[in-house]
Nanobody, 114 residues
Framework: QVQLVESGGGLVQPGGSLRLSCAAS????????MSWYRQAPGKEREWVAS??????NYADSVKGRFTISRDNAKNTMYLQMNSLKPDDTAVYYC?????????WGQGTQVTVSS
């Protein structure tokens, strides 16, 4: 059974940093494409970043500020978020692509506000 559990969200001031984690189980993590998405109030869910074997990609809105990484030994993916802006406020979700299906975590709230 595929399970994805996000953690690390919270309230942070503009310019601050947070690191999100996504603990994965139930599928071969090291060979799977993993992604972060976010959904702000009243907006559609949007892609943030992806990690596959040897490759990472970022949305233009976060490029240079966010870093996606993974620890295959711990079956965990991370999103280091620096220079946070109020526009980064959203629920952040991790997604796993496995056997042609997408699996989602429950999300973690990130609020950037002074």
């Amino acid at each position: 059974q595929v399970q994805l559990v996000e953690s690390g969200g919270g309230l942070v001031q503009p310019g601050g940093s947070l690191r999100l984690s996504c603990a994965a189980s139930g599928f071969p993590f090291s060979g799977s494409t993993m992604s972060w998405y976010r959904q702000a109030p009243g907006k559609e869910r949007e892609w943030v970043a992806s990690s596959t074997v040897g490759t990472t990609n970022y949305a233009d809105s976060v490029k240079g500020r966010f870093t996606i990484s993974r620890d295959n030994a711990k079956n965990t993916m991370y999103l280091q978020m620096n220079s946070l802006k109020p526009d980064d406020t959203a629920v952040y979700y991790c997604k796993a692509r496995y056997n042609g299906f997408d699996y989602w975590g429950q999300g973690t709230q990130v609020t950037v506000s002074s």
